[in-house]
């Protein structure tokens, strides 16, 4: 079956630490994966977009990787501040198939100062 | 701009009652996207409009069906209410730049009693 997985379980660093949240998929050949975050009670902000033929991505202290042979995206958070903390949303888009955007669960990301 | 706008923000209905919920997209955006939101199953997609039509389904019960009108605006209807049916309906909006970006409203909290 196809699957995206995020980590479940939150992940708790230190403020300065750099956060790495991992999105792993099964079965898809993603044209593009894109990386969102939420936060309580409110809609998925969107944060970068890494296409099939590329290997990493940078916005400011945000860095993401894509890797089709693992099947894998790394997102980073360099020198994280309590203000990061929230869901981080992993989103697929398909190249095939009727239900284009595929969401992984998130992973919640606390920042201690 | 303004961003996308949801209404109500939060509703309570019983079993077996039906439910329209409203989106309006940021100002030029064509394509709307609806999403159920639990925390068991993450966000999961119901369906996407452009121009008024039909783009995409999601594997949702018949249910749960939508429209959009000429203005862009679009609802959201679920009829014949089951408890599961509680969650956040967030509605996303997209412009089609290049990064595919799309913009989320704050969403519904539809809880059924």
């Known amino acids: 079956s196809q699957k995206i997985e995020q980590n479940s379980e939150a992940l708790n660093i230190q403020e300065g630490k750099t956060a790495t949240l991992t999105c792993n998929y099964t079965?898809?050949?993603?044209?593009?994966l894109q990386w969102y975050r939420q936060d309580p009670g409110r809609g998925p902000v969107f944060l970068l977009l890494?296409?099939?033929?590329?290997k990493e991505k940078r916005k400011e202290r945000l860095k993401v990787t894509f890797d089709t042979t693992l099947k894998q995206s790394l997102f980073h958070i360099t020198a994280s501040q309590p203000a990061d903390s929230a869901t981080y949303l992993c989103?697929?888009?398909?190249?095939?198939?009727?239900?284009?955007?595929?969401f992984g669960t998130g992973t919640r990301l606390l920042v201690s100062p | 701009k303004a961003g996308v706008t949801q209404t109500p923000r939060y509703l309570i209905k019983t079993r077996g009652q039906q439910v329209t919920l409203s989106c309006s997209p940021i100002?030029?955006?064509?394509?709307v996207s609806w999403y159920q939101q639990t925390p068991g199953q993450g966000l999961q997609f119901l369906f996407e409009?452009?121009?008024?039509?039909?783009?995409n389904k999601g594997n949702f019960p018949g249910r749960f069906s939508g429209r959009q009108f000429s203005n862009s605006r679009s609802e959201m209807n679920v009829s014949t209410l089951e408890l599961g049916d509680s969650a956040l309906y967030l509605c996303?909006?997209?412009?089609?730049?290049?990064?595919?970006?799309?913009?989320f409203g704050p969403g519904t909290r539809l809880t059924v009693l």
């Open positions: 996303a909006s997209r412009g089609g730049g290049p990064s595919n970006e799309q913009f």
């Open positions: 079965n898809y050949s993603p044209a593009y």
């Open positions: 890494i296409r099939e033929n590329e």
């Open positions: 989103v697929l888009r398909r190249n095939t198939g009727f239900q284009k955007l595929v």
């Open positions: 100002s030029g955006h064509r394509s």
């Open positions: 409009y452009f121009s008024e039509t039909q783009r």
